[in-house]
Every structure is written in C-alpha cells, then in structure tokens.
C-alpha cells in the first residue's frame, strides 16, 4: 500500500505553538508559491483536494499536519516567495517556517519542492540553510517536469544536484510531475528510508 494514500487531515495552525504536541515522526512539504507543492501532496495522496491549490501565491498561510496510516505525519508548511502579500505579513510567515524547520523535535526530514523549469531560486536556498542546520534530510522534488523535453530533465537534474553536493545534510533530488503521475514511487522510498531508519530526535 502506498505510504501516503490515507492521508487524513488532522490540524491547521497558525503558530508552531498551536501544533499538537509531538507525536509520531513528521515530514515537511515545503516550496515557493505556484511551484506545485498542493498538486505534489494531492497525488501522493491520492487525493484530488487533500491540500488546497490555489492560482494565488501566498494562500495557504497555515501550517497543515496530516496524518498518515502508519502514525508519521505529513505537514504542509505556507508557500513561500508570496509577491501578491504585504510585507509584514511575509515576515511572519517566514518566521513561522524558520521556527518550525529548526525547533521541531519530531521532524525527521524535508520534502523541498521547487518548479523544475526555476529551481533553487534564493528562497529556496534560505529554507535549505535553515534545515540543513539540523543535519537532518532534505529531498528535493523538480515538479512539472512534463513541461520540460527530456534532455531538459537531464541537464537540470545533473546540475541541480552539483548545486547541492555540500549543504551540511543529506540531500537528494528527483524529478517528479503531479500530471503524469511520475516520480511517485521514488519520494515514496525516500521517505519509507527516512522513517525506517528511526531518523526521530523525539
């Protein structure tokens, strides 16, 4: 069985204060605004609106936890890179992110998703220096690489890994599309050897 099917909302929050006490190993979705992060969940989950997709960058402003068969959770963290929202606002988020990518006892690893045609843009490089201060695994997830020719695909993940080479944590890259349903299997295995390897701080 898939280790994402089943997924069950549990919470959204605006704080990491409002988060449910630490229960369970937990894996962050993260990424830009527009770079598909809500599709990437939805397929995964096998679920057409687990997570909301929205054609306005900056909409979903919470922290949502969903719950998986096997106890792990899935949390889907505000898109981040929100042109459309006021500066304050910005600041808040951000610290929001910070806070829970770094402080987060029971966060084994993170799910980074960037839109393959514009990877690693500086937002993106913030995040990954956020997390990867912990040490602990950040897998990198290229979306809508079916807009991309084959020798496109190549060249970008070559190079976005060569980017990559020394962040401080494990990192690992893929491309995946929530279109063609491809790439499903391989975040799969990732996180499955995440949580096999009791990667928990808990």
């Given at each position: 069985m898939s280790l994402f099917r089943h997924a069950?909302?549990?919470?959204s929050v605006a704080k990491p204060s409002g988060l449910p006490a630490p229960f369970g190993d937990e894996i962050a979705f993260a990424g830009r605004s527009n770079a598909g992060k809500s599709s990437a969940i939805n397929t995964l989950a096998a679920h057409t609106r687990l997570a909301y997709v929205s054609k306005t960058p900056g909409r979903t402003q919470l922290i949502n936890l969903f719950r998986l068969k096997n106890g792990?959770?899935?949390?889907?963290?505000?898109?981040?890179?929100?042109?459309?929202?006021?500066?304050?606002?910005?600041r808040e988020w951000q610290g929001l992110l910070e806070h829970y990518l770094t402080q987060r006892e029971n966060l084994i690893g993170l799910v980074l998703i960037m839109d393959s045609r514009r990877p690693l843009l500086?937002?993106?490089w913030k995040m990954i220096g956020w997390f990867s201060a912990t040490g602990r695994p950040i897998h990198c997830l290229l979306t809508k690489s079916d807009k991309l020719t084959k020798?496109?695909?190549?060249k970008i993940l070559r190079e976005t890994k060569k980017a990559l080479t020394d962040v401080g944590s494990?990192?690992?890259?893929?491309?995946?599309s929530s279109l063609k349903k491809t790439g499903m299997e391989?975040?799969?295995?990732?996180?499955?050897?995440?949580?096999?390897a009791g990667a928990s701080t808990a």
């Open positions: 069950v909302f549990e919470i792990a959770a899935m949390v889907d963290l505000p898109g981040y890179g929100f042109a459309q929202v006021p500066m304050a606002v910005r500086e937002l993106d020798q496109e695909q190549t494990p990192v690992t890259v893929q491309l995946f391989e975040v799969e295995t990732v996180v499955a050897g995440w949580l096999a």
